[in-house]
């Protein structure tokens, strides 16, 4: 070994996993380097891990750094890339329609956000293929889109100045005297999260007419070069309405909102209402299922892991039993194939959440034997062992009604055969509309992740970066066998509380520091941490207002429904 003085380096070196190694001038963009290294990947490149953090393409390299490509194919890339065409879309409208101002709405299935003009003026075919033009000419042009820091006081006049008043009202409270905004073509504003270099990367889009605004359709992470075909979703977009127009009568339509009234007292009162609105939704369930007996016998409740099913399937079942019906519940898990059938997914691992696990025929045999007042011999799944045993006979009478919770509990494949009318379909999910400002919005998941997270902790023993990593095959999971369903439901229930957020911030963010620095959890982790800041934690005290029965108390303890289980009484 021969140890030599030299001269400090002038350049940096990227090393990317496939074993490429770059040099480059000291402060040359990440961009720079993965552009040389031509990888190939699934999707647009459109950021970078460097050294275990998610950096945008434009960061500068001052050290030697590993590369890894983050794109439009994973998770945090489609929020990349979803951001920056958002803030495309925004300062195209700013040349459009000055004075007026785009509000993000919500998403929907297929990839898009639905957008509306805050005058409420739906815009014209002329104004809605204007503003496309302009935004397909900034993409063409290859306009940067920079990172610039502002001084607090002159960011707020900024969004004073241009009506959004939200922005204002959030950050006003802001310690740090200055704020990251990002600037295009002269349009500066905030978003929560980092961009794309340039709008050449933005060249996947397209926009339509919806309700009284219009859709910003963007890819999905699975085909992410192409736009996916248009699916109405009547009954999802009503339930976003309705809670956009609860959280207005309320006043509570923003996070600004929200941490005005758990600094003013009223607290308690918004607990109350919120519960008592999903009490509302119940009820409503519950008469509509009593109103359409004797035909209905048979109740479906589907929705994405953390949606709070179990609970709202008990609070269901005590609403039945208080309009005269007995409510009588089958497993779904009871019914899986024995182990060695079941099906394998890409990574060779057992796939539970395949409807082909399901012994579809014997469960589909036993709802006909019930339903046509046959007794039937209930299986058990030995999850030790992998078998299905021997179970207590079941039948039902006139007065009951049978409940099934699953995953597939709205494939139309469980109930072929059976009389359409007999069925009555529920879709259980957080359907968050309480948005950071009119610009950035919740994402529903995130939401039903952060419950995981405080539930996997507290019951289960999983860490958050356990939690973390499951969550991807969780995800597809979703997407195959949940989601492809949903439009079967005869009615959503939306099991988001307006305040859960500043009640899950206290639980979860101890649990998201502990995730290992430099791990791709904690790139998750972080991201969580960060947009969990703009939410003040829940009163100390106020907890004692969250019923025993909440669905957020599935997630955080203290549910008297955890052991209660009323169809066996």
Known sequence: MTIYPTTIRQTVQARFANGQVFEGPIGSP??????????????????????????????????DADLEPETTADSDGTRIYRRSLAFLMIAAAAEIFPGRIITIQHSMPFGGYYCERDDQ??????????????????????????????????????????????????????????????????????????????????DVFDLRHYSDGFILQFPRRQQPRVLQPFED?????????????????????????????????????????????????????????????????????????????????????IQLMAQGIQPVAIGMDNYFVN?????????????????????????????????????????????????????????????????????HGLNPRLVEGLPPESVYRVFISAFTQLNLDKHNRVPTTDTRLLRRIVRDAAHRGYTA?????????????????????????????????????????????????QVEPGTPERVEANRLLAFLQWFDPMPNGSMKYIASDSIIREFIGGSILRDYEPWQQ
Do not use: C
């Not at 999707?43 to 050294?51: D, S």
């Not at 241009?162 to 905004?181: C, I, M, S, V």
């Open 30 to 63: 990440i961009e720079a380097f993965i552009n040389a290294a031509d990888l190939a990947v699934n999707g647009r490149i459109v950021a970078a891990i460097m050294n275990g953090k998610l950096r945008e393409l434009s960061t500068p390299m001052m050290t």
């Open 121 to 202: 003026k739906r815009l014209t075919d002329e104004e809605l293929d204007q503003l496309r033009r302009r935004m397909r000419e900034l993409v063409a042009d290859k306009l940067p889109i920079t990172q610039i820091k502002v001084p607090l006081q002159e960011a707020l006049q900024l969004f004073i100045a241009a009506g959004d008043h939200e922005k204002a009202d959030l950050f006003a409270r802001r310690r740090k005297d200055y704020l990251t905004l990002y600037e295009l073509n002269g349009v500066r504003d905030y978003f929560h999260g980092f961009m794309v270099p340039n709008t050449s990367y933005l």
């Open 233 to 317: 979703e009547p009954i999802l977009a009503r339930v976003f309405q309705e809670y956009d127009d609860w959280l207005s009568i309320i006043g509570v339509p923003n996070i600004a909102a929200l941490n005005r009234v758990l600094g003013n007292g009223r607290t308690p009162e918004i607990i109350l209402v919120a519960e008592a609105l999903h009490q509302r939704q119940l009820t409503t369930i519950a008469s509509e299922i009593a109103r359409r007996r004797p035909q209905v016998k048979l109740v479906m409740i589907s929705g994405p892991t953390s949606a709070g099913k179990t609970t709202f399937s008990k609070r269901l079942a």
């Open 339 to 407: 182990r060695d059938q079941t099906p394998r997914d890409e990574n060779g691992d057992y796939d539970y959440e395949s409807l082909e696990a399901v012994d579809v025929a014997l469960f589909s045999q036993h709802l006909r034997q019930l339903l046509a007042g046959e007794t039937i011999v209930q299986p058990i799944y030995n999850f030790h062992t992998g078998q299905r045993e021997r179970g207590e006979e079941l039948s039902i009478g006139s007065d009951h009604v049978i409940l099934v919770e699953g995953i």
């Open 465 to 513: 970066a356990d939690t973390i990593a499951r969550w991807p095959s969780v995800r597809r999971g979703e997407k195959r066998y949940i989601f492809p369903n949903q439009n079967n439901a005869d009615v959503f229930f939306n099991s988001a509380l307006v305040y859960e957020l500043a009640v899950l911030k206290k639980l979860a963010q101890p649990l998201l520091l």
